[in-house]
């Protein structure tokens, strides 16, 4: 370890930043131009403006090496692509012919050549386009995106890092392509790929970098010996390059684990490493492996993807033992701010008090510059920032909306039996079979119908005024009245309401939640050019009145079928918002349960004999290594369980998840004591009936029969050879017949017709028990 460490000239640094702009231009200017009304010169002046705004402010804050090569048109994986050559052939003529269309081809699919898969990036609320590689893949590199974006930075006069995917998780992200046959593991073109990383990092060496950024947030997962060796091998190899510029290994979202010791022995030149959270472990990591003598650590003190205000003191004090580890240490976000909202001073409605506790992307830059410079120069040169900063944390330690004495005061005294249903499974099938009375495979949908445009402009008058809250109301009550009459027609067994109030399925509850709060600015890129606003978990949550009853009960007094009770479950809710991060997210996620646990209730109480309690995200927020899954696991199902644990024995609990892989949760899913689970099974050929049925699933089961995403109208036929699939593996008696996920995305005609043929279907297998 060294010991002459000086803090002189500590840096601070990102990685990446929203890349939108603050009135989401990018977004603007790339459907503008899918739509042909925006022209490509018009696109790239667009977006080299955006990234000039975005250099200028991170300068202006006093960051002092700024990111390069992190924008993107839709995603920094599929820049990755490009770069290294990993073109899919299916869309090799569309490159050929005009690159930045056949970019968008890769990303969107043309007529004859689908896209790319997309996929969530690790477990944030990100998606990347999956690269699709085989063992002919022949990798060529094109260093013209990384180059060009360094050369714009450093012709402003800015200290420029570009920032590149790492070889080894790009390989991790991969899959193989499909033509390929047999196993085939990306990862084995490893050799191959590091000629081309050599070759872009000569190009941007040339091009005037001093430092380059690789990312490999992959290896903060349990990776195999294999997995290790290769990272080995990459960075000895990068390292030993003699035309190249220094080099930068980061990691974040969690510890580096056994990957640590591999990285800090590699010929490279820095880490950079996450320090917030759980990854908070690499601190005690980086002192066992005798910390990094001669190289930077670039430490990621401020969290990166929530939207809280710092703790200045803690992290002035992880810095200050962090001096000890490294050469030279510089300050940092944990991740690229691409995870959070550019500015909460654009937040004018949040309460003022409120606001002081947020902090967004530059607010989160200027900490870390704040950071850097107590380092730099003793913290009495911050001292300001420190006192208001401890002031701003005192009010949200201390805050009303933070603790609601009710709130605390019913957690504490829940208990396990709270969470039990007060039969088992088996006692209780047999209640709810004699009270909905259904016909052996029962068909029904997963809740939502057909979002029309009619229904968004009701949305868009109500807000605007054009129309009153009962003018709105009138809307929904009609819309409702469609849904439930053509699912009689139809022949479905049962209904739903179609959920055509929800604008969202998180941020409709969010709204009606105490303690939870809504941004009107916090954009934050899903995918390409689809940004969504999660909502703020701030404070302890309470439900001040039921939210759902009154359109269930309206939807159930049209008819004499059962009507399902439709909520989003508190893991989802926590999944798709941003959390607190001054209590466990077990805490949080309990008076989430609570609020809905009433609703549940209240609509028991107002009829409904079926309850569907949607748990779409139970699967994506499992921690990225396994040490933390039991944990996670027994809170979530255990939140899951005491929304659902109050009601009568013959009131069904429907679940909901939209994945066809869940292995690794398969006894979560049991734990979660739900009476009915629905799945999304139709493309993998009801793999996951199978499954669940090998491992001795003992309750109803619905794996969808119709893939819903998309447009495609399976014929009965089709619909009917999987039921019979799904019978192979589940019982008649405990078989349902769905789509695999709601419709909310899909037109009336094709809903209509692809829901008819799932009745016939039903009718058909039905007849031949
Ligand atoms: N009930 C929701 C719907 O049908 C479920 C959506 C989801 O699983 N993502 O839209
Ligand atoms: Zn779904």
Redesign the pocket.
Known sequence: MTSTTSAAGARATVYGYPRQGPDRELKKAVEGYWKGSVGAEALRDTAAQLRRANWQQLADTGIHEVPTGDFSYYDHVLDTSVMVGAIPPRHRGAVEADTLEGYFAMARGTQDAAPLEMTKWFDTNYHYLVPELGPDTAFTADSAKQVTELKEALALGHTARPVLVGPVTYLLLAKPAPAVLGDFEPLTLLDRLLGVYAEVLADLRAAGAQWVQLDEPALVQDQPRAVLNAAARAYRELGSLTDRPQLLVASYFDRMGDALPVLAKAPIDGLALDFTGRAAANLGDLAAVGGLPGKRLVAGVVDGRNVWINDLGKSTATLATLLGFADRVDVAASCSLLHVPLDAAAERDVDTQVARWLAFARQKTAEVVTLARGLTEGAGSIAAQLAANRADLQSRATSALTHDPAVRARCAAVTEADAQRSLPYTERAAAQHSRLGLPLLPTTT???FPQTTELRTARADLRSGRIDTEGYEKRIEAEIREVISFQEKTGIDVLVHG?PERND?VQYFAEQLIGYLATRHGWVQSYGTRYVRPPILAGDISRPDPMTVRWTRYAQSLTGRPVKG?LTGPVTMLAWSFVRDDQPLADTARQVALALRDEVNDLEAAGSSVI?V?E?ALRETLPLRKAGHEAYLAWATQAFRLTTGGVRPDTQIHT?M?YAEFGDILQAIDDLDADVISLEAARSHMQVADELATAGYPREVGPGVYDIHSPRVPSAEEATTLLRKGLDAIPAERLWVNPD????TRGWPEVRTSLEHLVAAAREVRAGL
Not at 741 to 744: E, Q
């Open positions: 997963i809740g939502s959920e399925m439709m569907q949607d779409p909901h939209c996920c709601g419709l909310k």
